[in-house]
């Protein structure tokens, strides 16, 4: 059994706080602009070596991350592709994730090559993670390995407060993690191992989740997919010539463009959905809508007096999600809560609600609001700065 110790209380706050960073805004609102792929490791950081010592992963994905954008290019002109690298060079792994957040790509597609000791030779195929805390003894192995890279940079310690990836007691953290786009990472991942499914790496072996470093600090549906298996004789011959490497970025792109259809049509579902709320409002009766006026007219008058207490002191509400723009008060994210404020930080809104003189009112009423409101948790807000975080 994990147990959580001191190293891993230090790591509470990052990790909690990457999951109110993932709470982007609902990419349903708008068309799919860009999309970021991410060759894995680089530079003197070489990943994976084959047994023979002929071939490193570095090269193999990026190979095949600059097929991949060529034919995503080719077949969907309208999207933006960026790659975190196009040549031979290290990038830190939470500078990818910034890339990515800094394009305000709508997916994130991480490419690596597997490999096991030599006694596990006969184990191959391909496989796709996404962000989680589903951390088996056999997943844990390859997470350690895709995590270790942070010690090569200069200043890890600082970055990641010290987070350990070789330690179990570290990735218990990740259970904390609430991941606003899991459902639409799964949906991708699922999809490209459906297209795997159809070589040239025989084995299928599906979606999973872990806790990969490169995945948590993105604020977009993001996943890692493992071509194969370098130490693997058949799957080594296949992800190691130009025509297995083209097939891969084949499978890539054709289940982009399957996920990129899904996205599509829900933004049309939601935007009818909006239009049928719109209508229904213009439909109700005079007396509810000044019911809604007086309504809000006190929900006004209350923030009012919370602004007032927040110059004087400390004042306990709920954050309910971040976004990197700011929403309208009569965003459907805010389920009709009227109270919804923000404050801004690290280039985020970040949207609260209530406002209690304790932390322990506060808590109280978390249960119900996280209710709706999925990684809600309690924050401290004075002089519209947050100033606390209880997790």
């Not at 800094?102 to 690596?112: E, V, Y």
């Not at 010290?162 to 990472?185: K, R, T, V």
């Not at 002191?313 to 929403?327: E, G």
Request: aromatic share 8%; glycine share 6%.
């Amino acid at each position: 059994m994990w147990v959580v110790g001191s190293a891993a209380a230090a790591l509470l706050l990052l990790f909690t706080a990457a999951g109110a960073y993932a709470q982007n805004e609902q990419q349903g609102y708008q068309k799919m602009k860009c999309v970021v792929i991410d060759a894995g490791h680089g530079g003197r950081d070489y990943g994976c070596i084959s047994p023979d010592k002929k071939y490193n992963e570095k090269s193999i994905v990026l190979s095949v991350a600059l097929k991949l954008g060529k034919m995503l290019k080719e077949e969907h002109p309208d999207i933006k592709i960026v790659y975190t690298r196009d040549k031979d060079v290290f990038i830190p792994l939470d500078e990818r994730a910034a890339i990515a957040n800094r394009n305000k790509a709508d997916l994130f597609l991480s490419i690596h090559a597997n490999s096991l000791a030599s006694n596990l030779s006969r184990i191959s195929g391909s496989e796709t993670y996404t962000m989680g805390n589903q951390v088996s003894q056999g997943n844990f192995d390859i997470v350690k390995r895709e995590n270790a890279v942070i010690a090569m940079e200069d200043d890890y310690t600082t970055k990641y407060e010290g987070f350990d990836p070789s330690s179990p007691e570290s990735y218990i953290i990740f259970s904390l993690l609430q991941n606003a786009h899991s459902e639409q990472s799964i949906k991708f991942a699922t999809y490209i191992q459906k297209e795997y499914a159809k070589g040239p790496v025989k084995l299928n072996r599906g979606v999973k989740q872990a806790g990969f470093v490169v995945l948590w600090r993105t604020t977009m549906p993001s996943v890692l997919t493992e071509i194969g298996f370098l130490s693997n004789e058949e799957d080594r011959k296949i992800i190691t010539t130009e025509k297995g490497q083209r097939e891969i970025a084949r499978r890539l792109c054709d289940a982009f463009g399957k996920y990129r259809v899904d996205y599509e049509k829900a933004l049309l579902t939601e935007e009818e959905e909006e239009k049928a709320l719109g209508k229904e409002k213009e439909d109700k009766k005079e007396n509810e809508i000044e019911a809604e006026k007086k309504v809000e007219k006190k929900a006004t008058a209350d923030e009012g007096k919370r602004a007032d207490n927040q110059k004087s002191k400390v004042v306990y509400a709920v954050q309910i999600m971040a976004t990197p723009k700011r929403l309208q008060s009569s965003a459907s994210h805010f389920k009709g809560r009227k109270d919804v404020r923000f404050v801004q930080e690290n280039g985020l809104y970040k949207y609260y609600v209530g406002g209690w003189d304790t932390k322990q009112q506060a808590q109280q009423n978390l249960p119900q609001i996280a209710k709706l409101f999925k990684g809600a948790f309690v924050i401290g807000v004075k002089e519209g700065k947050i100033v606390d975080r209880v997790y």
